[in-house]
């Protein structure tokens, strides 16, 4: 797990999605969860060591990726994003996966 910020971990090393947590004073936000269980029990184990779970927010599956958010996304002030599969990225990445999505769509 990679602390990013002050308060947001990462976890993008294991197979399935990217998971993480942010730590607030109302406790901890789990951002989703690792599909296997025993990877499931690790991860708790690891996070419950900075507070206790507080909300679960699982964005799989994949309707949250939705065009529109993309452009959200980029008018956001933030630099640095945590993506669903595969390592950190910035900004010009999210021209990259507009790309790929709109290979999947019939109407582009």
């Not at 025993?38 to 507080?54: F, M, N, Q, V, Y």
């Not at 640095?80 to 010009?92: E, I, N, Q, R, Y």
């Amino acid at each position: 797990m990679e602390q990013i910020t002050s308060n947001v971990y990462v976890e993008n090393g294991v197979r399935g999605c990217n998971h993480g947590f942010v730590t607030t004073s109302d406790g901890i936000v789990l951002i989703d969860t690792p599909q296997k269980p025993s990877d499931a029990l690790r991860l708790k184990a690891e996070i419950e060591r900075h507070g206790p779970i507080r909300y679960i927010i699982n964005t799989e599956p994949h309707g949250d990726h939705w065009l529109d958010t993309l452009d959200m996304l980029r008018e956001l002030p933030e630099e640095s994003f945590v993506p669903g599969h595969g390592p950190l990225c910035d900004k010009a990445y999210l021209n990259e996966q507009e790309a790929w999505i709109r290979e999947w769509l019939p109407w582009s």
